[in-house]
């Protein structure tokens, strides 16, 4: 295998005994709630003030979900990707909500552009703002429950490995230049002996995850005895305990910097100030699409290929750049917002792209791959059928990770995931924002 070899969301078998998916949900739903209350502060996020109830805030405007809605109930991103671990669908009161900030702060801060009369003329700067402010509130809750929860798995796989294990999992740390076996297949892993294990035969599996361990040469002629036990066993250990730990690592810097772009958002209200944020996307369409869509947007590149975030820099002093996106359904059109930090000047040539397209309909469909290929946080109709969501699974289902049988430098990783997310694929897919999805198209 060439290359990294990404992972796709919700690529493997399905279970078919339906009480192994309850009892797997009940797992999954301890972990969750194991890391909610782990990750519980005692003072609201916006004032400072203890509370002991915090407000369910809703991470888009109920109205746009209402709008949107059959009986109640939208559809959002497992309604595409199937996991038996998580509900299908979902009602009004349970989408896109954090408890983060106290009741009195939800109803005050967010009142200007959660207002659907206030959507007759382009946001005001403070709406602006507003969306920020929730935006990166909602990614900080993530974050901090992201952080507990693979702490929680990270303590419960070491605590599991014997005494014995937990020896031989440092032995090898220590002598591994990486930590999967050179095959060209994992599957044959399994059937390795740790007494017949070369340890040249160690490389960069991973390479993406950045595992690097010491190199020692010549250690015992290239052979390890440990009792008979396998290797795939230790491996395996390694590879969790190390990927969580890169997580964990990647969590925490993306935690400090969504903390910093909610400061900025709130001191730009609080200070009035008019040009924190610049439109780089506004259209206002006639008719109702049938997505609502309120979140923070990170590409990898642009249309031509430029190198906007190399997620694959560990440097601290080296920041991932987002932009601020809304597309709001509204009772008889929809608002679509693309927006910065005026600081930011990582997208210019991405926004140049983006408004260069020669019509409408290809911007929307640029926007439409981007939605559903880079985030989790959109919510559809039910009015749009099963068919339709199944074309749209490929997109749903890419993630930026993956594993390479070979060692790749930072340029070539970011080549591979130019590929995984190809902008020139965007006309293969269901475009939910063009006028073919309505839900009530206006004749001209």
Not at 105 to 123: L, T
Not at 234 to 256: F, G, P, S, T
Request: net charge neutral; glycine share 2%; aromatic share 12%.
């Amino acid at each position: 295998m060439k290359g990294i070899k990404f992972s796709n969301l919700g690529d493997f078998k399905k279970i078919k005994d339906k009480q192994e998916i309850i009892e797997q949900r009940k797992i999954l739903n301890k972990y969750i709630k194991e890391s909610k209350n782990k990750s519980k502060k005692d003072c609201c996020y916006y004032c400072g003030k203890k509370t002991e109830k915090f407000c369910n805030s809703h991470t888009i405007p109920q109205f746009t979900l209402k709008n949107i809605s059959k009986n109640g109930k939208v559809n959002y991103f497992n309604t595409i990707l199937e996991l038996q671990s998580l509900n299908s669908n979902k009602g009004l009161n349970e989408s896109g909500t954090f408890k983060i900030i106290c009741r009195d702060c939800d109803s005050k801060i967010f009142s200007d552009y959660e207002d659907p009369n206030n959507y007759n003329e382009k946001p005001t700067y403070k709406m602006l703002a507003q969306i920020e402010m929730k935006n990166n509130l909602q990614n900080i809750n993530k974050r901090l429950i992201e952080i507990e929860f693979y702490n929680i798995l990270k303590n419960e796989i070491f605590d599991k490995m014997s005494e014995e294990e937990k020896t031989y999992l440092n032995f090898i740390k220590k002598i591994c230049t990486n930590h999967l076996v050179q095959d060209n297949s994992l599957e044959n892993i399994d059937n390795i002996d740790i007494n017949s294990f070369q340890i040249n035969n160690l490389l960069n599996c991973v390479d993406n995850i950045d595992i690097n361990f010491s190199k020692i040469d010549s250690l015992y002629d290239n052979r390890i005895e440990l009792s008979g036990i396998k290797i795939n066993e230790i491996i395996q250990n390694i590879y969790q305990y190390e990927y969580i730990e890169k997580i964990e690592k990647v969590n925490k810097l993306d935690l400090a910097e969504f903390e910093e772009s909610f400061i900025n958002a709130k001191k730009s209200i609080i200070d009035d100030i008019k040009d924190a944020y610049s439109i780089k996307f506004y259209e206002e369409l006639d008719y109702v699409v049938p997505i609502a869509f309120q979140g923070t947007i990170t590409l990898n590149s642009d249309l031509e290929g430029n190198i906007i975030n190399n997620i694959y820099n560990m440097d601290t002093n080296y920041k991932i750049k987002n932009f601020s996106s809304a597309i709001f359904p509204l009772k008889d059109k929809s608002i679509i917002i693309i927006f910065v930090d005026k600081e930011n000047k990582r997208y210019d040539k991405f926004f140049k792209q983006l408004n260069n397209l020669s019509n409408l309909d290809d911007k929307l469909s640029l926007i439409n791959y981007i939605i559903f290929s880079y985030s989790e946080e959109y919510f559809i109709s039910p009015e749009v059928n099963d068919e339709i969501l199944k074309k749209l699974l490929p997109l749903a289902q890419k993630t930026s990770t993956g594993y390479s049988l070979e060692e790749l430098t930072d340029n070539q990783k970011m080549e591979d995931l130019k590929r995984q997310f190809n902008f020139k694929e965007r006309n293969n897919y269901p475009n939910l924002l063009s006028n073919k999805f309505a839900l009530n198209f206006k004749e001209n």
